[in-house]
Nanobody
Framework: QVHLVESGGGLVQAGGSLRLSCAAS????????MGWFRQAPGKERDLVAA????????YYADSVKGRFTISRDNAKNSVYLQINSLKPEDTAVYYC???????????????????WGQGTQVTVSS
């Protein structure tokens, strides 16, 4: 089982920035991609950013490219999401997760584990 704890969300004005953090536990994650997902009210949970097990490759959804930056610290089993130039449409609950398959190279289609944390709420006011 994987345990995920997200933090760093909040209420910010449009144009502001946040840094989200996710601490993972339950197994070793060095060989697994990690990703950030978000779910807005009434919508499905979507992948917005992912990072390879090595940290050398990243994926971003088109809607966040140039504004979001994902990073990871394997020594801390943690993944981070720097969010800049926030827009009202970024308002959502943000979740992190780990890929179910080791050393996946096609990050856009990573398959998250069935375990989800509580998420962290990001609210952007206009």
């Amino acid at each position: 089982q994987v345990h995920l704890v997200e933090s760093g969300g909040g209420l910010v004005q449009a144009g502001g920035s946040l840094r989200l953090s996710c601490a993972a536990s339950g197994r070793t994650f060095n060989n697994y991609a990690m990703g950030w997902f978000r779910q807005a009210p009434g919508k499905e949970r979507d992948l917005v950013a992912a990072i390879s097990w090595s940290g050398n490759n990243t994926y971003y959804a088109d809607s966040v490219k140039g504004r979001f930056t994902i990073s990871r610290d394997n020594a801390k089993n943690s993944v981070y999401l720097q969010i800049n130039s926030l827009k009202p449409e970024d308002t959502a609950v943000y979740y992190c997760n780990v890929d179910s398959i080791a050393r996946v190279t096609h990050l856009a289609t990573m398959t998250p584990t069935p375990w989800w944390g509580q998420g962290t709420q990001v609210t952007v006011s206009s």
